[in-house]
């Protein structure tokens, strides 16, 4: 298991990034959450298989049809023992 932190910089709020990004971590059974920032970011934290995060990282790049991401950043990748999270949440 690994846990993956990102963040997605452009026009991702207000937009419905954090629904769409909910909706592919759940669809990969990945566990965190997607949360706004004051500085207009949003910060993706996921828990689950390496190769179900890198997917969910993909998706980030284009998580809704009305975002205009200008880029996703990875802020980390490590290895964990166990999960921190359950479920996929929005805040």
Partial sequence: MFCLKA???GKVQ???????TQ???LKLDLVGY??????????????GEEA???ELLSHLHQASPYAAVQ??????MLPIERLSYSGFNTY
């Fill in 71 to 76: 880029e996703v950043k990875t802020l980390k």
């Fill in 52 to 54: 179900k995060l890198l």
């Fill in 14 to 20: 207000g937009v419905g990034y954090r629904y769409h």
């Fill in 34 to 47: 997607a949360k706004n920032l004051d500085s207009g970011d949003v910060e993706v934290v996921a828990e």
């Fill in 23 to 25: 909706l592919k971590a």
């Fill in 7 to 9: 963040l997605a910089k």
